[in-house]
């Protein structure tokens, strides 16, 4: 039986009681729905409500007027196109009678929208037809879209009456103008035939505008009462969202619920595999747990994706669910993209590409050793004891090979001293990423980026150094330079050193004859020393240049001057 932490238990257990406490707040809201609460009406509402209903009635009472003159006008033109025997007249009798038709429809349609105070005409809209082969993938699509129209039906409502109402006032001006052209005819034409032509026509321009102002005044009606019913697009947005999570509050919950439950189940489960599994927690993992490690992360975004559209779908919320499909193409669409990206990163994962654990891969300037390999991987220098956690899409363009043994990966660790090109020699407090800091005798701080430190080819002095001295002896000694001296000047640094307390770091000294100069015959001493007194590099070769003049002054041994200057001395001073 699996035991787990008490950790782990209370973990769970918390968030147990954090998805109840969820599900009853969406529970108490959901409920809330149900009751109405009853809002009094005031004074003013009550006066508003009875101007209101006096408009309506004088509205439709002109509309019933118009009906009926265009009933009447309808029953006069069948009789007419009963009574005429041309065609071409008939015809032309027709086309009117088809328009008048029109006319008593939509004048109909509007008492009764403005009697209902509702738009009728959507009780009356047909079931759509399939409209594309897509069938299948539209019809998931179809409700997510149908919400989103319905978010915006009311704004598109308004401007389609705006149009209208634009499209009516700019041609009853029109008609006017030609009602005040007939009149003028009429007044000044004295043909009774022309007369009765001219009032006939007359009447039918004003039946055109008695109907395109009833549509305007309509029109306007319907649109006063969309904005007086308005509120602002904050408020108007806090309600949408408000009647959302109100009627689908139990189902987003259901759907947090289950994504909770599931990654809590992967938790419990990858701890289970931690701690069951053998060779789960080694440094380096086989390929068998890392596919398996992977196809468990693989499984648990996949169980946490369908986990809410599982829900919504038995819960019957096809809005939620078509989102839901929306939200699975757009992942789709990402992925075909990004797929060989992340074929790359599963195969870095895995330990099987061109980075592995345990080889050695240069990053940011520095050799690094890849100390682990995860979604996040680890970094880590050896000598300079400094590590890094970088993605692991960084490794996609980076690749490693095995390393060396005695491989060098810095020039210096903590608390050596090293001695730089730009003569700055100092010990080595810090190193990191970014910045490499020195401490010189003395306590003088020196701080390098690691880029210019590195390029100032640091010499280590931590493991052993050598110093070499030159010292110049007169050529009056030229027959023991060679042989006596060096080997007199040998035993003389020995025994110095010796006094002094440099014996033992001592490793070995070399006295040589080094080159005939041009003033004298020069001798290198060659001096060895061990790391530890890398902090006394200066002192030391001070040091070894007293003893060759003290040596020189008990054995007699004379340093001349550079024999050019000091010609050149003695003839300025004889000028």
Known sequence: ????????????????????FLLFISL????????????????????????????????????????????????VLNKKIDSTKSES????????LARLR???????????NIAASVDISRLESKIEQE???????????????EEMKEMTAQVRKKSMMREKIAYYE??????????SNINTLQEHSTDKSLNKMLKKTAAIWQKKQAFMMSELQVVRLQLQEIEDSEVSIAESSQSYMKSFFKKRGLYLTEALISVVAILLLSHLTYTGMQRYLPGFQRKHRSFRIRLIELFHRIFTIVLAILGPMIVFYLAEDWVLFSLGILLLFGIALTLRQTLPKYWKQAQLFLNIGPVREGERILCDGLPWQVERINFFCTFFNPVAEISQRVPITTLTDLKSRPAVLNEPWFPCKRGDWVILNDGVRGKVVGISIEMVQLVQRGGVQVTYQTSDFLANSPKNLAANFRIKEILGISYSLQEKSTTDIPEKLHAYILQRAEQESYGEQLLNLRVEFAQAGSSSLDL???????????????????AIQRWCVDACTEYNWEIPFPQMTLHGVLTETEQ
């Open 102 to 112: 029109a006319d008593l429809k939509t004048t109909t349609k509007n008492m009764d």
């Open 524 to 542: 290198v001493v060659i001096a060895d020393f061990t790391g530890e007194m890398g902090d006394l590099y200066n002192r030391l070769r001070r």
């Open 28 to 75: 108490y809201g959901h409920a809330q729905t149900v009751s109405v609460t009853m809002e009094s009406v005031t004074d003013k509402q009550a006066e508003q409500y009875s101007k209101e209903v006096t408009s309506t009635l004088e509205t439709l009472a002109t509309f019933s007027n118009m009906r009926d003159e265009l009933i009447q006008d309808i029953k």
């Open 131 to 145: 409209f594309s082969f897509q069938k299948e993938i539209f019809s998931l699509l179809k409700p997510a879209l």
């Open 89 to 96: 007249e008939k015809n032309g009798l027709k086309q009117e």
């Open 1 to 20: 039986m699996i035991k787990y932490p008490a950790a782990t238990i209370r973990y769970s257990f918390i968030s147990i009681q954090v998805c109840v």
């Open 170 to 179: 700019e041609r009853i001006p029109v008609i006017e103008e030609a009602l």
